[in-house]
């Protein structure tokens, strides 16, 4: 059974740094692609970021790139997204989400992943 866990999340000023962690049990992150998505208030959820299975490639939504990035950490099983430069429409519950798929391109839909954190607030006061 896949699990995974967000943590990290917090009250940051705008301009700060928060680093979130996903760590998943019941899989191997490596084997795994890997995304990030936020969900604000009255908004639907959006991507983020994500990683391949590999961990050879990211991408990111244009509204996070140049300030957020992935990592992986594959002795802990888990996954980071560091998000620096914070802003207040950063403000979102945020999720980690996984895929057990060997793809060599970063799945941006959340549809196309099978399991899900239960997601960890982020606020940014301005």
């Known amino acids: 059974q896949v699990q995974l866990v967000e943590s990290g999340g917090g009250l940051v000023h705008a301009g700060g740094s928060l680093r979130l962690s996903c760590a998943a049990s019941g899989c191997t992150v490596s084997e795994y692609a890997m995304g990030w998505f936020r969900q604000a208030p009255g908004k639907e959820r959006e991507f983020v970021g994500g990683?391949?299975?590999?961990?050879?490639?990211?991408y990111f939504a244009d509204s996070v790139k140049g300030r957020f990035t992935i990592s992986r950490d594959n002795a802990k099983n888990t996954v980071y997204l560091q998000m620096n430069s914070l802003k207040s429409e950063d403000t979102a519950v945020y999720y980690c989400?996984?895929?057990?798929?060997?793809?060599?391109?970063?799945?941006?839909?959340?549809?196309?992943?099978?399991?899900w954190g239960q997601g960890t607030q982020v606020t940014v006061s301005s």
């Open positions: 989400a996984a895929h057990p798929v060997r793809s060599d391109y970063v799945l941006q839909k959340q549809n196309y992943y099978r399991y």
């Open positions: 990683i391949t299975w590999r961990g050879g490639t990211t």
